[in-house]
């Protein structure tokens, strides 16, 4: 069974996204800790790539950030190796094709399992090329998760059969970033995932208070957030590990 899972276990999950290297590793590190100790189920660690289609400016300007920092692909490896010293929760990697492609697939993913990590989600993959990866992942232990956007529409049911580790539901269409609203009728798309697959499924793209973040748990599985922890971070730089720690704790108490 996927480790994924168990992040799934504890009611709700709650999803953090943070980029690495933003502003340094260190940092990042401090504030995957304080997630994990605010009840953060998951962690999505962002591997800053130069061009981050699906991102909006927030994420956009901690990618630009991080490489300025100098931050590589073998230096967040190392630094997942550490943390995993004490960050027992599922960690995925998020990132670009490209950034894998470049590292080399099979070293990357070999990496991956040696290091600790469960999952990997590249937002620019389109599902028909998955297998350009997918065979690579399985042979590593890594699930390749895979993306339902509101585009989908008839391809729902195809890609959620095939889903591994869980089904990441983008909330809106457009890029990552804060939203005041979420419109999009994701009860129904939700209802067909769940005719296809008992992977469980979380929302993402645009959710940042504990309200929405309760919605969007009252019809699926979890929530994802990024932006909103990625602005504490540029917001308060090296002290955001307690600022990041308190907003985890609202979020996760709204979905319990």
Known sequence: MSKIASAFENGKAFIAFITCGDPDLETTAAVVRAAVDNGADLIELGIPFSDPTAEGPVIQGANLRALQGGVTTDRILAFVRELRQDVKIPMVFMTYANVVFSYGTERFMAACQEVGIDGIILPDLPFEEKD?????????????????????ENRIAMIAKEAEGFLYIVSSLGVTGTRSEIKTDLASIVQVVRQNTDIPCAIGFGIS???????????????IVGSAIIRLIEEHGRDAAQYVGEYVKSMKEALQ
């Open 132 to 152: 350009e990866f997918q065979p690579v992942c399985r042979k590593y232990g890594v699930d390749l998760i895979s993306l339902i956007a509101p585009t989908s």
């Open 209 to 223: 208070t504990p309200a929405q973040a309760a919605q969007m748990a009252a019809i699926s599985d979890g929530a």
